[in-house]
C-alpha cells in the first residue's frame, strides 16, 4: 500500500496559496483532537507535516516546528547529518538550522509503512527534495529515507522523533559463493 504525495512551494502552486495552509491546519487542529485514534486523525496530521515541510525547505521552519511535542524526550537525526538533537531545545535549534539550508524547496513522498496506535504512531517515506542551495544557487536533490513517530499529547498527534538518512542506494551484496572466511 504506497501511496504519493506532491506539493511544491513555487508561486504559481496550490501550496504557494496561505489559505491552502490555513486550510491544512484548521483541518489538523479539528481532526487531531479526536479522543480515539483513528486512520482519519493521523492522515490529516501527515497532510499537515507535509504542508509545513514545504514551508521548512523554503526557509520558513515554524509551521514545522508547531507540530512537535515540546517536551524533553523529542529527538531529531536529520538527513543533513551531524549530532542527534534530543530535548526541545536542541530539536528547535536545529530545525532553524536546517530551514536556512534550503532555498525554493520542492518535496514529494512515497509511503513505505504506517502504523497507528492509540497514542502512538509512526510512518515511513522515501522522501525526495528539490532544492536550491541558498549559498549559490545550484539546484540540488536530496533523496532520503525517513521514519518519524508521532505521539498523542494533550489529545493531538505530535511528532516526537524523526530519523532521515541519505542511506537510499544499497551497498553491495556479498553473497555466500564470494565470501571467503580465513
Do not use: C
Not at 509503512?113 to 539546484?139: C, M, Q, S
Amino acid at each position: 500500500n504506497s501511496r504519493s504525495f506532491e506539493l511544491a512551494g513555487g508561486h504559481n502552486s496550490p501550496a504557494s496559496s496561505p489559505d491552502y495552509f490555513v486550510e491544512a491546519w484548521h483541518s489538523f487542529q479539528s481532526q487531531a483532537a479526536l479522543p480515539e485514534a483513528s486512520d482519519a486523525s493521523f492522515e490529516s496530521v501527515l497532510a499537515a507535516v507535509e504542508a509545513a515541510q514545504v514551508q521548512l525547505v523554503n526557509g520558513q521552519p515554524g509551521p514545522f516546528k508547531a507540530l512537535w511535542s515540546h517536551g524533553a524526550d523529542v529527538t531529531l537525526s536529520g538527513g543533513l547529518g551531524g549530532a542527534i538533537a534530543r530535548g526541545w531545545t536542541q530539536v528547535s535549534e536545529r530545525l532553524d538550522w536546517v530551514a536556512m539550508q534550503y532555498a525554493g524547496g520542492v518535496r514529494t513522498h512515497q509511503e513505505v509503512v504506517r502504523y497507528v496506535g492509540h497514542d502512538l504512531a509512526y510512518v515511513v517515506l522515501r522522501e525526495t527534495i528539490r532544492f536550491k542551495n541558498p549559498a549559490d544557487g545550484r539546484a540540488m536533490v536530496q533523496e532520503l529515507r525517513v521514519t518519524q513517530v508521532f505521539r498523542r499529547d494533550d489529545g493531538r498527534w505530535r511528532i516526537v522523533h524523526r530519523h532521515a538518512d541519505s542511506q537510499v542506494a544499497e551497498t553491495q551484496r556479498v553473497d555466500a559463493e564470494s565470501r571467503h572466511l580465513g
